[in-house]
T-cell receptor, first 114, second 116 residues
Framework: EAQVTQNPRYLITVTGKKLTVTCSQNMNHEYMSWYRQDPGLGLRQIYYSMNVEVTDKGDVPEGYKVSRKEKRNFPLILESPSPNQTSLYFCASSPGLGSYNEQFFGPGTRLTVL | KQEVTQIPAALSVPEGENLVLNCSFTDSAIYNLQWFRQDPGKGLTSLLL?????REQTSGRLNASLDKSSGRSTLYIAASQPGDSATYLC???????????????FGQGTILTVHP
């Protein structure tokens, strides 16, 4: 089944403890991206990647890191999480950038930073 | 920077009504516009994708239109049902030469409630 998977789905952690949220897709997509969703602020793009070893900042990249060493994986790294990073996070992928390229979303990861 | 606005923020209608959701964007340099549905606490389900060169797309009771030059899209839902209750989001992907190349920008969403 074609899908985008995220792990973990739920995570409660403490301030300053490094964490990684994994994202994987099995559709051989070139474009992958991360979003956070907050009440009243909607969905905002954190980072995106157009291909392996190519990453760019979205609208809210502060406090996050990403890497794209393989085509299928795009992990989101929080080196020193803070309470303002408590949010619902989504990973997405699409075949590439182009008019016909539909975005497919993962199920989301709910992160709480105490 | 691309900005996407959705009106209304919330909508409550009786079952069976036809309804229109609106989406506007400030930068017409886009690859496409995509409409999504999100149920409470859940992920996003893609409903329709309109390419920048297209005027409309249809899927079942849903019809989405795009007027790129004016920066507007509408999602028309025919004969609404209680199962249509959800948040509807539109998003645009920035085209080369625009203010948001490669980025996906979302609107805030319209919360739709269809009551029996």
């Amino acid at each position: 089944e074609a899908q985008v998977t995220q792990n973990p789905r739920y995570l409660i952690t403490v301030t300053g403890k490094k964490l990684t949220v994994t994202c994987s897709q099995n559709m051989n997509h070139e474009y992958m991206s991360w979003y956070r969703q907050d009440p009243g602020l909607g969905l905002r793009q954190i980072y995106y990647s157009m291909n392996v070893e190519v990453t760019d900042k979205g609208d809210v990249p502060e406090g996050y890191k990403v890497s794209r060493k393989e085509k299928r994986n795009f992990p989101l790294i929080l080196e020193s999480p803070s309470p303002n990073q408590t949010s619902l996070y989504f990973c997405a992928s699409s075949p590439g950038l182009g008019s016909y390229n539909e975005q497919f979303f993962g199920p989301g990861t709910r992160l709480t930073v105490l | 920077k691309q900005e996407v606005t959705q009106i209304p923020a919330a909508l409550s209608v009786p079952e069976g009504e036809n309804l229109v959701l609106n989406c506007s964007f400030t930068d017409s340099a886009i690859y496409n516009l995509q409409w999504f549905r999100q149920d409470p606490g859940k992920g996003l389900t893609s409903l329709l994708l309109i390419q920048s060169s297209q005027r409309e797309q249809t899927s079942g009771r849903l019809n989405a239109s795009l007027d790129k030059s004016s920066g507007r899209s509408t999602l028309y839902i025919a004969a609404s049902q209680p199962g249509d209750s959800a948040t509807y989001l539109c998003a645009v992907t920035g085209f080369a030469g625009g203010t948001s190349y490669g980025k996906l920008t979302f609107g805030q969403g319209t919360i739709l409630t269809v009551h029996p």
